[in-house]
């Protein structure tokens, strides 16, 4: 299996995408009383957790942060043949008629997202809920989920896969793939 | 490794030790979703589970069935005393009928040993074993080792005792299993008459005297004197056995260290254990039964999982 990759986002890059979001954000939140800030795991956390880094850099303080796992909300629990193990969730803080800002790494056929609107109506009712993703696979979508801001937009076929290598998984440097995949 | 390498649970002795981390691991998901405000997911929405208890249960029956409402699938009851097994209806024809209701599992208590085995061989649907007569009951073992887990952490050197009817007890050999898979050791103390001969082939320690077995121990595992198992006298009286074998507080002050109290439940109280030890301290007996909820969702779960990969 022959595999090829294009970067869509290196360190540079993604520092100053992470900066345009960070700022998007305190323009539609000011300074977060009402908002929090909802990572998915597992991969969404990591980004997650740099825009919490950057925003606090800007509004000298930790915003509120959890981790929403959705492996109990798949629709397609049974219909794989992996079943998919499961992460923690976290989330301490209460949601109810809060802003949300859910926040994830890729947005392609956008059921995770759906999954992750109905795991979170366990938490509470929130005011108003908002999607955040650094990369937006356009035409791809199973449903109609649009996020709010995005990191960058990429055309891309059902072949290909974005791979998303972060520091704190253990990789060298953060790092956004386009991988071909050739069967 | 996400998939459990069986497809029923018939007993821990079939189970891998990666079988046993990936129910716990699993099952502190779950706990953490029976403590939200909504105690529910949706995973089990297309399933239907049969609770069929051929045998008296209060704990585990509501246990599972509070784990399969909590995983969103669709209930149904069955017990033996109000059914048409009165009438005369063998089992496989009993779990047949109730399949061809479109059933995807079966959970079963039944009072004889290998019943849910024999069934394995019959039917398609995925079993989990209840309680099999004195056989095993894989899901309190589960419980059981999960518990020890939230507090010590680790079984490496750990010193389990089972305490009381070895004899009659599917708890004990199911937990004997599960502890020597984990790496525990285990002893397991009562009178002689109820500690099964060739016990020692599954590399327990016995002991006669329970101040001993509590002196070796961190942890006591004490069980329930099992008088509706038993036809013919292994005791003299209730009261001699609470004497010689009953744990009680000054005996616990009599250690060097404090040991943890567990029971799979119902308590005699005053029997095998006191009330000033069943409700001290030392006693996990009610997180037991909360992460039994925690612990059979996780089967129910990975069972339903493993279904599909199959």
Known sequence: ???????????????????????????????????????LQPRGI?????????????????IQLGFLDITFYRDDFRRRENPIKANSTVIDFIIEDKDVI????????????????DAMSAFGRPGKVELLVLI????????????????????TLHSQRVQVEWEEQGFKKNNIWLVNIEK | MVNL????????????EEDIHLIFETADNFKEVINRPIKKVPSLRDITIANVFFENSTRTRLSFELAEKRLSADVINFSSSSSSVKKGETLLDTVN???????????MRHSSPGAPHFLSKYIKANIVNAGDGTHEHPTQALLDTYSIRSKYKKFDGLKVAIIGDILHSRVALSNIFALKKLGAEVM????????????NTLGVKVELDVFKALKWCDVANVLRIQLE?????YFPSIREYSLYYGINKSLLDKLDKPITIMHPGPINRGVELNSDVADSEHSIILQQVENGVAIRMAVLYLLAAADKAA
Do not use: W
């Open chain 2, 5 to 16: 390498s069986v497809n029923h649970l018939l007993g821990i002795k079939n189970l891998t």
């Open chain 1, 46 to 62: 990591y980004f997650a957790r740099l825009l919490q880094k950057q925003l606090k850099s800007y509004i000298k303080k930790d």
């Open chain 1, 1 to 39: 299996m022959a595999v090829n990759k294009k970067q869509i986002l290196d360190q540079h890059l993604l520092e100053l995408t992470v900066n345009r979001l960070c700022q998007q954000l305190i323009e539609s939140h000011g300074d977060f009383s009402n908002a929090v800030m909802i990572g």
């Open chain 2, 229 to 233: 198992r038993q036809h013919i006298k």
């Open chain 2, 188 to 199: 397991v103390c009562g009178p002689n008459t109820l500690i099964p001969k060739f016990i």
């Open chain 1, 102 to 117: 859910l926040v994830d790494d890729v947005l392609y056929t956008g059921r995770s997202v759906r999954a992750a609107l």
């Open chain 1, 136 to 155: 937006n696979r356009k035409y791809s979508r199973h449903l109609p989920i649009e996020p709010d801001y995005v990191g960058q937009s990429v055309h």
């Open chain 2, 97 to 107: 009928n109730i399949l061809a209701m479109k059933v995807d599992m079966i959970v």
